[in-house]
């Protein structure tokens, strides 16, 4: 009967020098000097051998668990915990937690081992390893538009660094829009899809990446309409979708023009000394217009889906940051700290106790608006209040300002937290970046009560004294026994 036995090469060299000794081509000395053991185990081998020939030679322990492999019971509950607590944990920091919060001590390697397994962790070979099919491209022109937010030094060591703003068509790879910007913020976004807009028409839908200005990360489920972010809302009434890409990968067409443009468009803009961002937006019409004759392809279908706007849509009043405020009974209201004073005309009376709609404006223009109609309103910021000075004589003059310069140095400034970033936004009311704090405003605080008075009086300051001064005697009257 015929079976396959498996050898390491260790075995199989023991295997030729005993078969050389039964054949008295070797001695016992000169075998145990080659394989590098003694005469004893020699003999030993030896006999396994006329006893079960090859498969005497070959290991008993291969394909038996190591006496000191972990247990079953084990690896199932280092597992389980990991499932529980750390799914989302390298194999090194889970090992250090269990360590540390379950007194479980497993060599981080083993944890890998049984991670992987499990298929709770993947190797970077194996990461590398994953395809991202090429989707093909949309048959129409204005089907689909890409956007993405390109954060670069554009102006290389010129200039700062900005982010470039990228709208292309997925069907033809046409550069529709460009727009140079201090950070990819939504005043820009607004400014360019107003001109793709204006240019081009509405397309169907706007392909994007899971970026705060397209996806909100902390919608209500009560209210709907918390889960749009301002641009998402201004698509919104315009009756354009957006889609959120869940990988790089997916909007592959943008990322590749990005690095296209890194090349590209910094060499172009170094040659003419461009080194601002209204020179760089100036120029990208022109960019654009070359880009697509060299780049650009021609679509499958040659019908152009861009929809111009509906009548009853207004793409200024669309793209801007809205807020709802409910007006009180004196016409006021606030805004980003800001007081909001309507003048009391027979309509704005009318709108009392109702929501009215705060439209904050890219170019830096602010409406209030009820049933479509804007009210004319002033305003009272605090922040701009004017603090009365002390009046000092001239010899303490320095000390003054001294103290002026270190109080200014300890401001913190800003404006609401819930308004929104302005860095995209021109020429805009609240210009003054700080809280009312910084412009000397002293918050009240509690008046010192009754216990504080009470540890302040010198009456109580004095018993305190000469009980601590009795136990201190006390002490080093024992200290002396």
């Known amino acids: 009967m015929r079976f396959l036995i498996t050898m390491s090469d260790k075995e199989l060299s023991r295997l030729e020098a005993l078969q050389r000794v039964r054949d008295r081509r070797l001695s016992v000395v000169h075998a145990a000097e080659i394989l590098g053991i003694s005469r004893s185990q020699v003999h030993r081998l030896l006999k396994a051998y006329d006893q079960n020939g090859a498969a005497g030679l070959v290991s008993k322990k291969r394909g038996q668990p ?22 989302d944990f390298g194999p090194t920091l889970a090992c250090e937690k269990l360590i540390e919060r379950h007194r479980i001590a497993v060599s981080k390697e083993t944890l890998r081992q049984w991670m992987t397994e499990a298929g709770i962790w993947m190797s970077r070979q194996a990461r590398r390893r ?248 002033g305003t009272f910021d605090k922040l701009q209040a004017v603090n009365r000075c002390e009046i000092v004589e001239h010899k303490r003059l320095d000390e003054v300002l001294t103290w002026i310069a270190d109080r200014q140095d300890e401001r913190e400034v800003h404006r609401s937290r819930h308004a929104p970033r302005r860095t995209g936004q021109d020429n805009h009311m609240f210009g003054i970046p700080d809280g009312a704090v910084s412009n000397g405003y002293q918050k009240r605080t509690h008046k010192p009560g009754r216990r504080a008075d009470f540890m302040n009086d010198p009456k109580v300051i004095a018993k305190r004294e000469k009980a601590l001064a009795k136990i201190e005697a006390f002490q080093r009257m024992l200290a002396a026994e």
């Open 66 to 87: 190591s006496n000191r492999s972990y247990g079953q019971e084990l690896k199932d509950l280092v597992l389980d915990l990991v499932r529980e607590h750390y799914h």
């Open 130 to 377: 994953q395809l991202h099919q090429p989707r093909g491209r949309r048959e129409c022109f204005g089907e689909l538009v890409q956007i993405d937010g390109s954060h670069h030094w554009w102006f290389e060591n010129r200039g700062p660094k900005c982010a470039l703003l990228v709208f292309i068509d997925d069907a033809t790879g046409k550069l529709l829009q460009l727009r140079f910007a201090g950070s990819e913020n939504t005043f820009d976004y607004f400014r360019a899809s107003t001109a793709y807009i204006q240019r081009w028409g509405k397309p169907v839908a706007f392909y994007s990446d899971k970026h705060g200005i397209f996806r909100a990360t902390h919608g209500s489920a009560k209210d709907r309409t918390s889960e749009l972010t301002q641009f998402a809302r201004a698509l919104h009434e315009l009756n354009i979708d957006i889609i959120c890409a869940n990988t790089p990968q997916a909007k592959g067409r943008v990322e590749r023009a990005n690095r296209t443009l890194q090349d590209r468009l910094v060499k172009e803009l170094r040659l003419r000394g461009i080194d601002t961002i209204d020179e760089a937006n100036a120029y990208a019409e022109e960019f654009m217009e070359d880009f697509n004759r060299r780049f650009a392809k021609l679509p499958r279908n040659p019908k152009d889906l861009h929809r111009p706007l509906a009548e009853h849509e207004d793409l200024d009043a669309a793209m801007c940051h809205k807020e709802v405020r409910k007006l009180s009974q004196a016409l006021t209201l606030r805004y980003d700290k800001v007081l909001f004073i309507l003048e009391p005309t027979e309509f704005a009376k009318s709108a009392a106790g109702s929501k009215v709609l705060v439209c904050d404006y890219p170019d830096g223009r602010l409406e209030i608006v009820h049933e479509g109609i804007a009210l004319p309103f």
